[in-house]
């Protein structure tokens, strides 16, 4: 046999068991003997034998009698299994609680006659020798326990069942079986996250039809299948479910775990979800409800359910009654929702462990049993009968919610959950959006009765391809009318916001003017002070300075710079003082005083000729006092420099250290910004209130959950790096500089590669590290995603790790390098590039596109944010084909976008706002950035600003299709003046012919071409003026002054029309022009540029 025994397991177990028995507490006390009997029952999954024997042998053994006496623990079995249990002969515990071992090999021949009489002698002579302990409930079939029951009837014991006693002992679980529950919960985490909630969304996606017993056959199937990747990290053998998974829906709804998933097709309202996985024996349970356009009614429902679960589980603490805790729980709901009081379930939970239901341990309200540490509870919250208002038909009209999970009772603290998969509203609840308006759909209908293929495939692909241009067509009309909403409601909330936070005035800390000497007796007594020479005091930070023959203390705060020259002679120093004005445009220094006097500069000259007898000359004093004040100035702005980092940073508070062996944690990552210059790598550890990154120097990093703004996780899908970004609320100090990112993040791969190596695609090696580092990936992500998810439990969902939609990123430039911006839920980051860029989308009051023209290449985007005194942020240069894209993304997270053609100057537009947001905001606020916020009806024909294509020609009554034809390849240029155009007709296009040559041949064209083509061309101009008689002695006159070779002047007909016909018949007549002048110019085009 390949299988081992433990025995240290055995003899431990063995002893708990002796140890209790001994105490002779409850039903303990009336034992004389214990027979365990465990036949051949495949139908039978758990019983309390088979867990008896799990529990101390660590394997179920089939035929097989276990008997505890007073003095012994016999076994009987057949040949193999006494082989497999031989080890437990030599007796492990020396204390001698647990007696010696009798191993009795099963005799086929006498029917097993003498070892019955052994056991049966074993048994008398256990202390009174007339009780027998027993599981009444557990009678398997076979000859061989027919035969043993039959010689029990013989001795007439008296039984005493002992399932509940048995059941409180085996409940609190040791460290070694609390990590195969947590493996066990992990995977039932994963098999709803990861495979059913996947599969039910994409059946919601793809309106299709699947039955609740299919649905949960797949998940049956995912398990068996060893292939899987869902099971991945754990021995695929031992994997087994606890139940066949139930799977409800459509109103038919029962709470318990022995109901069987019918036959009916998934309904797209409240689908109730349950499974549980078994681990090499030991159990494990989820429960979630998905909602599927739930009223807000029933959303609020389910969060109190939510919240009544983490209820109970903050109370189920080692020593306290699981009475208690039921009770506790009821009395919230009669408190919050006394209308559930009907509707909720009769108990919440119940211990697991080998066996998958404890009847014993039950959080209801006639369970007096105590919770222990190491016990773990299947805690479940639902309600039924639930009616929904404005359900889409009659089965969801009924709706239940269920919620469960598997939890581990912890002593002094509330239970910790074991399924993390998440559970708020916003992770289970599906909103369908309705695209299609009543007129669409009658559109649609009109074109199904039109098409002959009534049937068919072409019926079908007729109305995807027709619902995709309808969708197309109306997106950007429902686009412009939400960011018109968003344009009004932001004005308003900023101004509101303005106003309100004007009232709180910030005062602003003013610093002491720096002192260099408090008293008088504390200045220097030194030689050189009183023979008036330069003294510098390191220790005050101070100079003195002659002045006037009086010795003249200047603290190294007051000196701006300094200088030394040497000229002939003499050498020069020359100190220059701050005083008012002296900075100005930068922070200047407050003044108590402004209108005192103020020293300017300062200059003294000493010679460079040693006199005779003297060592050194006078000159050198002035250079040493040059060198000591440029020192303590350096030495004061560096203290300046990392006190003003200080002065704005909130004090943190301290890092509770976690003693416990389990701390989530993640080893060998390196932390950016580094610590010190070079790059070291440590260790990422989770505790009670935060985050310890610990270098392999020993230098700390300590991040508190409660000042982390986003926790960030980027796989290392497309990138050479995997990593965990934390963006936090208050900057930390490390490395002598605030920092408002760490990240902590390990390479995968190799980022460098080797050009001069010869690679070859079939190359052994290659194919290898390609393999190995395919499988460093893959482990790298489950272990980072391990480390989020516990993170995430241990926080009770207090953090949360999100991660970048890859496929929704965009290229652009937040700093010096082109890189990859990608939308999280909450902000737009990048990761990878340092610094990071990290802008949070709460933030944001508007973006603004700059440079948006068809003639470049990309374009910039400008974060405006609410914080109207927080610098604006800009990514430059994003590709112009990634414009919709953006626009698109920003309008989904309902941020209001503007654009414009020119770069703006943001510093004194924010200026503007702020110093008068009153007047900014009743001057239309933020609708001068927006082109189409007003003025949309109006015609601009002949706005020099308008350079878009203007389709309908100015004119409404005008439009055929005639005009389309004639005139739409120069409709572009339709308000361009006549004196640009004539400047473009100078170029190489019209060479070979003069200007009145030109006009001379188009003039001919024309009346050759008679009256009705003219009157054709003048109405696809767009004048609309074609049978006017004005019009056309106009034409006549304007020819005949071309053919002279003149300007045409205005008429004087011109000022007795209206503006509006004004301007139309001028942007009519320069169209004919235009036509004429260019099918004139091809008649001077060489060969080749007329087939061009």
Not at 419 to 442: C, H, M, P, Q, R
Not at 572 to 596: K, M, Q, V
Request: charge should be negative.
């Amino acid at each position: 046999m390949s299988m081992k025994v433990d025995k240290d397991a055995f003899y431990r177990r063995a002893k708990l068991l002796y140890s209790t028995w001994k105490e002779k507490e409850a039903l303990w006390a009336k034992m004389d003997a214990f027979v365990c009997a465990v036949g051949v029952d495949e139908e039978v999954v758990y019983s309390k034998s088979t867990a008896l024997q799990a529990w101390m042998l660590g394997y179920e053994l089939t035929d097989t009698v276990i008997v505890l006496t007073e003095d012994s623990i016999l076994f009987l079995a057949s040949k193999k299994k006494i082989e497999f249990l031989r080890p437990l002969e030599a007796n492990l515990d020396t204390s001698k609680t647990v007696p010696d071992i009798k191993l009795l090999t099963r005799d086929k021949e006498d029917k097993d006659k003498k070892n019955f009489g052994r056991i049966m002698e074993a048994i008398k002579g256990s202390k009174g020798g007339k009780n027998l302990g027993v599981f009444a409930k557990d009678k398997f079939p076979g000859a061989f326990m027919d035969l043993w029951r039959d010689s029990l009837k013989k001795e007439s014991f008296e039984q005493v069942d002992l399932t509940s006693c048995f059941g409180y002992l085996m409940a609190p679980k040791e460290e070694t079986e609390i990590s195969i529950v947590k493996k066990a919960a992990g995977l039932s985490s994963d098999i709803f996250s990861k495979y059913l909630k996947e599969q039910i969304m994409d059946i919601i996606d793809g309106d299709k039809k699947k039955s609740h017993s299919k649905l949960c056959k797949d998940i049956e199937e995912q398990i068996s299948n060893k292939e899987s990747k869902l099971l991945a990290n754990v021995d695929k053998s031992a994997v087994d479910m606890c139940y066949p998974p139930i799977i409800q829906s459509g109103g038919n709804y029962k709470l318990k775990f022995s109901v069987v998933s019918d036959k009916e097709n998934l309904h797209f309202g409240a689908i109730v979800c349950s499974l549980g996985v078994r681990y090499k024996s030991y159990c494990s349970n989820i429960v979630r409800t998905m909602l599927v356009d739930p009223s807000q009614e029933v959303q609020d429902l389910y969060t109190y359910l939510v919240s009544l679960e983490d209820l109970i589980i903050a109370k189920l603490q080692a020593g306290t009654k699981l009475s208690d805790v039921y009770h506790a729980a009821i009395e919230n709901v009669k408190k919050e929702r006394s209308d559930l009081m009907d509707k909720i379930n009769k108990n919440f939970g119940f211990a697991m462990g080998i066996e998958f239901r404890e009847g014993s341990l039950v959080i209801g309200p006639n369970c007096e049993m105590k919770a222990k540490k190491g016990m773990v509870f299947n805690v479940n919250v639902g309600v039924t009968g639930v009616s929904q208002k404005g359900a889409k038909d009659s089965k969801g009209k009924n709706v239940a919610l269920f919620i469960g999970d598997t939890v581990e009772v912890k002593e002094g603290e509330g239970g910790q959950l074991l399924t993390g998969s998440k559970k708020k509203v916003k992770n289970i609840a599906i909103f369908l959006k309705d695209d299609d308006s009543d007129d669409e759909k009658e559109n649609l209908d009109n074109n199904m009765d039109m098409d002959p293929m009534n049937y068919g495939r072409g019926t079908r692909r007729g109305a995807i391809m027709d619902q995709k241009l309808r969708t197309d067509s109306t997106t950007e009309q429902k686009r412009k009318q939400h960011q018109k909403d968003l344009l009004a409601k932001m004005n308003a909330e900023a101004l509101q916001r303005l106003k309100e936070g004007k009232k709180e005035d910030d005062k602003v800390k003013v610093r002491k003017a720096p002192v260099s000497y408090k008293t008088p007796g504390l200045l220097p007594k030194e030689p050189e002070v009183k023979e008036l020479k330069i003294y510098v005091d390191k220790k005050y930070e101070t100079i003195i300075m002659p002045i006037f023959g009086v010795p003249v203390p200047f603290h190294i705060a007051t000196i701006k710079n300094i200088s030394s020259s040497v000229e002939g002679d003499y050498t020069y120093l020359r100190i220059n003082f701050f005083h008012p004005g002296a900075s100005i445009g930068r922070d200047e220094p407050r003044y108590t005083n402004p209108e005192a006097t103020f020293l300017k500069e300062v200059t003294y000259r000493s010679t460079n000729i040693k006199e005779p007898g003297e060592l050194t000359a006078p000159s050198l004093n002035l250079n040493t006092a040059f060198r000591l004040i440029k020192d303590i100035q350096k030495k004061y702005k560096t203290r300046e420099a990392e006190e003003k980092e200080k002065a704005d940073l909130v004090e943190q508070d301290s890092l509770h250290i976690s003693s416990a062996k389990g701390n989530p944690k993640l080893k060998d990552l390196y932390i950016r910004p580094n610590i010190v210059q070079k790059r070291l790598s440590g260790t990422l550890e989770s505790h009670t209130n935060g985050f310890r990154y610990t270098s392999i120097r020993g230098d700390k990093v300590d991040i508190l959950y409660n000042n982390i703004k986003h926790a960030l996780f980027q796989p290392c899908d497309g990138e050479m790096i995997i990593l965990l970004h934390f963006h936090l609320k208050n900057p930390i100090m490390f490395g002598k500089k605030k920092q408002q990112d760490v990240q902590f993040y390990t390479e995968v791969g190799e980022i460098t590669t080797d050009l001069g190596k010869h690679q070859h695609m079939h190359d052994r090696d290659d194919l290898a590290a390609e393999q190995a580092e395919r499988e460093l990936r893959h482990k790298l992500k489950q272990g980072f995603k391990g480390f989020c998810e516990k993170v995430e439990a241990v926080t009770k969902g207090a953090l949360e790790f999100d991660s970048p939609f890859r496929d929704l990123g965009f290229n652009g430039v937040p700093h010096r390098e082109t890189v990859l911006l990608q939308p999280t839920s909450s902000c737009l980051v990048n990761l990878t590039s340092w610094p990071p860029f990290v802008t949070t989308l709460e933030d944001v009051e508007l973006v603004h596109f700059e440079r948006v023209q068809l003639s470049l290449k990309n374009f910039d985007m400008v974060f405006i944010f609410k914080d109207y005194a927080k610098k604006i942020s800009m990514v430059t240069a994003i590709p112009m084909t990634m414009l919709d894209h953006v626009k698109e993304w920003l309008n989904s997270c309902d941020i209001k976008y503007t654009e414009g053609v020119q770069s703006l100057n943001w510093g004194k537009i924010m200026k503007t706002i702020v110093d008068d947001p009153e007047g900014f905001f009743d001057s239309g606020g933020w609708n001068f950035l927006d082109p189409e916020s007003d003025g949309e009806d109006e015609d601009d024909d002949d706005s020099d600003e308008d350079e878009t294509f203007n389709m309908s020609g100015g004119d409404d009554d005008g439009d055929s299709g005639e005009e389309s034809d004639s005139d739409e390849d120069f409709s572009d240029d339709s308000n361009i003046s006549d004196e640009e155009y004539s400047e473009e007709l100078d170029s190489d296009e019209s060479s070979g012919k003069d200007w009145s040559d030109l006009e001379a041949e188009a003039a001919e064209d024309d009346r050759d071409r008679g009256d009705g083509e003219g009157e054709g061309r003048s109405k696809g101009g767009g004048s609309g003026q074609s049978n006017n008689p004005a019009a056309r002695r106009e034409k006549e006159r304007r020819d005949k002054q071309r053919e002279k070779g003149k300007s045409p002047k205005k008429h004087k007909s011109d000022k007795n029309r209206t503006p509006e016909k004004s301007k139309r018949h001028k942007s009519g007549d320069r169209d004919r022009d235009r036509k004429r002048d260019r099918s004139g110019s091809s008649h001077g085009k060489s060969p080749k540029k007329s087939r061009r």
